[in-house]
């Protein structure tokens, strides 16, 4: 993004999850308010930060404010026509006397002065006494503790408090170069804060009262940048001349040279509600339209419930800000932005046939082919396998078996393959388009024939196995089809399954429902088992570490070999876990994809690609899945990730997840001495109905478990 987000951190945000989310989000700035950070608290939360996060940190100061002090409780309500006392000393502030910050302010007002106290109050100095001056109420309201105080007279303050200056030295001291001065009044205001702080500092001065306005070229020439706060603005400007006064503050900023930047009131509902107003959407596109360079969000990431979420909103809008120009016309897409991780290989494929496009398919020559390569169109044509548009050619099986990578350098590790018999293939030709269908005649896909090679089966499986003997299920697949392979283009013309359909979700559909939530960070499982307390710990950790919006818990529902779990038991386990609130409200979506297990390392880089199309930035690798029958028991799954380097999702490694004899709970542990069933273990123990141990199963499920099996007598493994 050209434009700029700063995010100002209090309450809200002051923790690990929203300040690395706001990072990835591409905020540009964290603003730390002065005038509600303790000095005392200043360096340890700076340092936080620092450790945290890299982006810059800009120290705000309090300035040429006056502020009320501090009250009995949060507000006070003071009655129209009441006389209140101001005190110069420290007093339990209430309804009928208070304090204003600095204290030496008492000293300069005067009887007649007129002062507006957070917003809405009115009230006017009648009297001065020896140790306070008394007001008398002409606006009733709320008062709130550390909230804006302005007298309807220029009173010459101070650029800098005390505070600001000893607060200027620790930032100083901890490296850093931004500051935002508040209530800049003249040129030499700038001059003093740098000559406090630094004399490279970047200065973002706020331009906030009637005085900036009026030295406002003067300012600009000093500064780094102009900050517009509305807010306090407004208290000195009417609020109907504060649009026109917005774009004079941005022109006189672009003439001198420098960024402008805009505060307050930008998702002012967001604090407390999950989405913005129309009303405010709409002026946060027209101030970027004004010219601004950047916005600021106060309360909104301080204190409010959605500072994620709003910051979010924010990077949308700008999004589609930058990109308007490019529409044409009534061009405009039905649905939202997205943050969401991009497809692999940046678009997302969708190659299903129209109707109107398919009438003809009678005439073309048909194929009968398998039910793995049958899904294999289907996750072809809906985008599971972006970058893929088909099956491979022989140039881009050879870059896979050597590189793992796709002819392009693209990180890709398994062979997409349609293997056909010799003799069949020699009734097909190079060029021509062939309808696909299942064993039982079902019309699947059309593929345009774009090359058709041999090669050596035996070659192939060392290359891609690691060996050319064995048990594994993926050699005996290839060795059952013929050394005969067809590259070319596939088009879904209908899913050959339709089992499971409420759940089975595309990679469009699988986004659609995030941006729907709100998310922006998804953390994918792909789930081959029923679920266990270990799965329940690795999903819940990787959760809450990455600081994720939500989990995508995928279920692999095509065929499988002997020992695993059936797909329909898996499914029902994890949808008990949802129906029990066995994850976080809200943050879990459970699908399904037509996919098989491949088993094996060059799976889990295979899957954590699958998850990035689906939306995913981060891929949970659960090491023992992928080491079928021992037959990769010595190999470093972390070992091929590496290799790749950056695939564009993170993968998330737990090895040795189990129950700890001694923590009496579940980690990741460095020992293999974890506590944890297999599938043949687990239903043997049910079928004898041996009892297992709490911290083996999750009571839902396990219950769910013993009702299939010993009541309902139906089988949960493939056999």
Same mark, same amino acid.
């Given at each position: ?331 405009? +897409? ?138 594994? +299920? ?246």
């Amino acid at each position: 993004m050209n434009k700029e987000i700063f995010c100002t951190l209090g309450p809200s945000s002051l923790n690990d999850r929203v300040i690395t989310r706001l990072e990835e989000i591409g905020i540009n700035l964290f603003r730390l308010n002065l005038s509600h950070t303790k000095l005392k608290d200043l360096a340890n939360t700076i340092q936080y930060i620092q450790t945290i996060s890299s982006v810059p940190i800009c120290l705000d100061t309090e300035g040429a404010q006056i502020r009320t002090g501090n009250l009995l409780q949060e507000k006070i309500y003071v009655r129209e026509n009441s006389v209140v006392r101001i005190h110069r000393l420290p007093v339990p502030g209430d309804s009928n006397n208070f304090n204003l910050y600095p204290d030496y302010i008492i000293d300069k007002l005067e009887v007649g002065d007129f002062i507006s106290v957070d917003s809405s109050v009115l009230v006017k100095v009648i009297d001065i006494e020896a140790t306070c001056v008394v007001t008398q109420i002409l606006c009733g309201g709320e008062i709130g503790q550390n909230k804006a105080v302005t007298v309807e007279r220029d009173i010459l303050m101070p650029a800098l408090t005390e505070k600001d200056i000893k607060a200027l030295a620790i930032g100083r001291d901890m490296d850093i170069r931004q500051v935002a001065l508040s209530f800049a009044n003249r040129a030499s205001d700038v001059d003093e804060i740098r000559e406090a702080f630094r004399k490279d500092a970047f200065v973002f001065s706020k331009i906030e009262c009637r005085n900036a306005l009026q030295n406002l070229a003067e300012i600009a020439s000093k500064s780094y940048a102009l900050l517009i706060d509305r807010g306090d603005l407004s208290r000195q400007v009417p609020i109907e001349q504060i649009p026109a006064v917005q774009k004079h503050i941005v022109l006189e900023g672009k003439k001198a040279g420098i960024k402008v930047y805009v505060a307050t009131n930008l998702m002012e509902s967001m604090v407390t509600q999950p989405t913005p107003t129309r009303a405010e959407a709409n002026d946060v596109f027209n101030t970027l339209a004004d010219g601004a360079d950047g916005l600021v969000l106060a309360a909104e990431t301080a204190i409010g419930h959605y500072p994620v979420k709003c910051a979010t909103v924010v990077a949308k809008i700008i999004h589609e800000f930058e990109n308007s120009h490019k529409r044409n016309g009534n061009d405009y +897409p039905a649905t939202s932005i997205s943050l969401l991780n991009d497809p692999h290989g940046s678009s997302l494929i969708n190659r299903k046939a129209e109707v109107t496009a398919i009438h003809d398919l009678r005439k073309l020559r048909s194929l009968t082919i398998t039910e793995t390569e049958l899904i294999d169109c289907e996750l072809i044509a809906n985008g599971t396998y972006s970058p893929l548009t088909g099956f491979m050619g022989r140039d881009a099986l050879e870059s896979v078996l050597n590189t793992h990578r796709l002819p392009n350098g693209l990180a890709w590790p398994i062979p997409i393959l349609l293997q056909i018999d010799r003799e069949a293939a020699k009734q097909i030709g190079e060029g021509e388009c062939l309808t696909l269908k299942s064993a039982t005649g079902q019309l699947a896909a059309i593929l345009e024939v774009r090359e058709i090679y041999s090669f050596d089966l035996q070659e192939m499986i060392r290359r891609w196995f690691g060996a050319t003997s064995g048990s594994h +299920p993926g050699m005996a697949k290839l060795k059952a089809g013929g050394n005969v392979f067809i590259g070319g283009e596939v088009t879904l013309v209908q899913s050959v399954s339709n089992s499971f359909a409420p759940y089975k979700l595309t990679p469009a559909e699988a986004r659609f429902i995030f941006n729907k939530k709100g998310w922006s960070k998804v953390v994918g499982f792909r789930a081959c088992t029923v679920p266990d307390c270990a799965h329940q710990f690795v999903q819940l950790d990787a959760l809450e570490t990455t600081h994720a919006d939500g989990l995508f818990i995928s279920i692999m529902m095509g065929p499988r070999t002997v020992g695993d779990f059936l797909p329909g038991p898996i499914l029902q386990s994890y949808q008990l876990m949802l129906d029990f609130g066995l994850y976080p409200i809200g943050k879990a979506v459970l699908g399904c994809s037509s996919d098989y297990p491949r088993y094996g390392p060059r799976e889990a880089v295979f899957a954590a690609i699958c998850s990035k199309n689906m939306g995913c930035d981060c891929h949970i690798v659960d090491c023992d899945y992928t080491g079928f029958g021992h037959f990769y028991k010595d190999y470093d799954l972390r070992k091929l990730f590496d290799e790749l380097g950056d695939i564009g999702i993170k993968p998330l490694f737990y090895d040795a997840v189990g129950h700890g004899p001694q923590k009496q709970k579940y980690s990741s542990l460095e020992s293999t001495q974890a506590l944890r069933l297999n599938n043949v273990e687990l239903l043997e123990a049910i079928r004898q109905k041996r009892e297992l141990p709490e911290w083996c199963y999750i009571p839902e499920v396990l219950q769910y478990m013993l009702r299939v099996e010993l009541v309902e007598g139906k089988k949960m493994l493939c056999e």
